[in-house]
């Protein structure tokens, strides 16, 4: 039987963004800039290029500026069409959904990655979903990651995540498949741990923010068990429906930027204003004056 396709996705953004304060005291981290575009706006592209129709933003306090946001500025628009600001009306084009394909639900704690994707589980219902972590840029505009998941999809179903080969050292930061047979990008995964000791690390194969789940996951999830730092990991229930359902790991072919991370971030900014025409050579010069 044809799996079911996948619609919807969730956008977990209601963490604090502590990382990056203090600026994120006043703006949420997922309406910082890379170039000329927040975060956000990276990963809801990535979301529709890969044919989803439902995007589902898991929100906290504090993050309004996310609504507003994907709403119609009408005053804005009617000042920009009333000046003939033509290019600055289209750069407003994607920030304008459709009516009703986008929805908000509150996580009222920050109880972990786990639990913000199951506060989602009534709007997700019986369907498969993708979850798209926005701080975790995967940049391959040809052919977004997402939309290279689906396609796999299409081939295995089941459970499918973005992963891509880290440093052994650099384990203890994320969630690592123990791998099993190969077939091209697809890695059948066999197991799962939130961050690992190096040593104890079973591949070097680390999820990098982009998931497509059964909604099996979201049964598991409800009986907030927690993990790593005392919060409801996303890793471990899946690791706990791995054997009961298929998983597999699918190795992105793109770029990654950590934009949770300072220095990710900023490398993220230099590298998409270098692929730009209108401000490429110019930033290309001045990376060249530094010393």
């Not at 009408?74 to 069409?81: D, N, R, S």
């Not at 990710?264 to 004056?289: K, M, P, Q, S, Y």
Request: a negative charge; hydrophobic letters at 40%.
């Amino acid at each position: 039987m044809a799996s079911k396709p996948v619609r919807k996705a969730v956008f977990p953004v209601g963490g604090m963004g502590t990382r990056f304060l203090p600026a994120t005291k006043a703006i949420p981290k997922e309406m910082l800039p890379v170039v000329d575009r927040p975060l956000i706006q990276y990963a809801v592209d990535e979301a529709l290029a890969a044919g989803i129709e439902q995007l589902i933003f898991v929100t906290a306090r504090g993050k309004n500026p996310l609504e507003d946001y994907f709403d119609v500025a009408g005053e804005l628009v009617a000042t920009l069409g009333a000046r003939g600001k033509a290019q600055a009306l289209a750069d407003l084009e994607g920030t304008q959904l459709t009516p009703g394909n986008i929805a908000y639900v509150r996580q009222q704690e920050p109880l972990g990655l786990g639990h913000a994707v199951w506060c989602a589980r009534h709007i997700v219902g019986d369907e498969p979903f993708a979850v798209l972590l926005p701080d975790e840029l995967l940049w391959s505009p040809e052919s977004p990651c997402l939309k290279q998941m689906v396609e796999a999809y299409g081939k295995v179903g089941g459970n499918i995540l973005a992963v891509m080969e880290v440093p052994r050292e650099h384990t203890n930061r994320y969630g690592i498949i123990t791998p099993g047979r190969t077939d091209g990008p697809l890695t059948e995964m066999t197991g799962m741990v939130e961050k690992p000791k190096p040593a104890d690390a079973p591949s070097r194969l680390a999820a990098v923010g982009r998931y497509i789940l059964q909604p099996e996951v979201m049964d598991v999830l409800s009986a907030h068990k927690r993990g790593a730092g005392g919060e409801v990991q996303l890793t471990d229930a899946m690791a706990e429906l791995i054997g009961k359902q298929p998983f597999h790991g699918y190795t992105y072919a793109g770029r990654r930027f950590d934009c949770g991370d300072k220095a990710g971030h900023i490398n993220a900014n230099i590298a998409l204003a270098l692929e730009r025409a209108d401000i490429g050579d110019e930033v290309r010069a001045f990376i060249a004056t530094l010393k």
